[in-house]
T-cell receptor, first 116, second 120 residues
Framework: DAGVTQSPTHLIKTRGQQVTLRCSPK?????VSWYQQALGQGPQFIFQ???????QRGNFPDRFSGHQFPNYSSELNVNALLLGDSALYLC???????????????FGPGTRLLVL | AQTVTQSQPEMSVQEAETVTLSCTYD???????LFWYKQPPSRQMILVIR??????QNATENRFSVNFQKAAKSFSLKISDSQLGDAAMYFC?????????????????FGKGTKLSVKP
């Protein structure tokens, strides 16, 4: 049973560039959440996608956008990169069944983004 | 807004001994979930244990158990018979009870983590 996968594992960009990170949820999962984890900190919630719509958003600027595809995979896009965007970006998946959300979010290995 | 506090940035334990990691949280909600996640150097966040607030019985998973004190808003993790592979960052996390928050599951709110070292 494949877990949550993310690509790429590492990425180096320069200020002002744009980046796209990808996530495939765990088999059977339909909900994807994205988190940003700065060095030495706990993850911070960016947004969550379900049924191809952004359902909830954390305190992140509009430079952070996303998409969910019909196969439930998701992309995180960050425009006009800043040095402060350097972080580990984590994707987590879950599912909704019978109108009830599953309790746990399962995480992928993350993408380490370095902005120079 | 809910907050999660882990007051121990670092902890150390001898192999085969027991260690307890602390977590407190603040919320006005009565129903919610609490989690402990482990993040080894490989970066993958792994679920260790979860607790539903409406359940009074403390959750256990093999060598891992929690002490959930709802009134005190405390959720500590006890690791028994510590092993070298337990060395990692441990994060406490809170999530509101699933409901229809505009059709969202709700997000996890994390503490800053506790770095656990295990000495052979």
């Amino acid at each position: 049973d494949a877990g949550v996968t993310q690509s790429p594992t590492h990425l180096i960009k320069t200020r002002g560039q744009q980046v796209t990170l990808r996530c495939s949820p765990k088999s059977g999962h339909d909900t994807v959440s994205w988190y940003q984890q700065a060095l030495g900190q706990g993850p911070q919630f960016i947004f969550q996608y379900y049924e191809e719509e952004e359902r909830q958003r954390g305190n992140f600027p509009d430079r952070f956008s996303g998409h969910q595809f019909p196969n439930y995979s998701s992309e995180l896009n960050v425009n006009a990169l800043l040095l402060g965007d350097s972080a580990l970006y984590l994707c987590a998946s879950s599912f909704k069944s019978g109108g009830v959300w599953e309790e746990t979010q399962y995480f992928g290995p993350g993408t380490r983004l370095l902005v120079l | 807004a809910q907050t999660v506090t882990q007051s121990q940035p670092e902890m150390s334990v001898q192999e085969a001994e027991t260690v307890t990691l602390s977590c407190t949280y603040d919320t006005s909600e009565s129903d919610y979930y609490l989690f402990w996640y482990k993040q080894p150097p490989s970066r993958q966040m792994i679920l260790v244990i979860r607790q539903e607030a409406y359940k009074q019985q403390n959750a256990t998973e093999n060598r891992f158990s929690v002490n959930f004190q709802k009134a005190a808003k405390s959720f500590s993790l006890k690791i028994s018979d510590s092993q070298l592979g337990d060395a990692a960052m441990y994060f406490c996390a809170y999530r509101s009870s699933p409901g229809d928050y505009g059709g969202s599951q709700g997000n996890l709110i994390f503490g800053k983590g506790t770095k656990l070292s295990v000495k052979p």
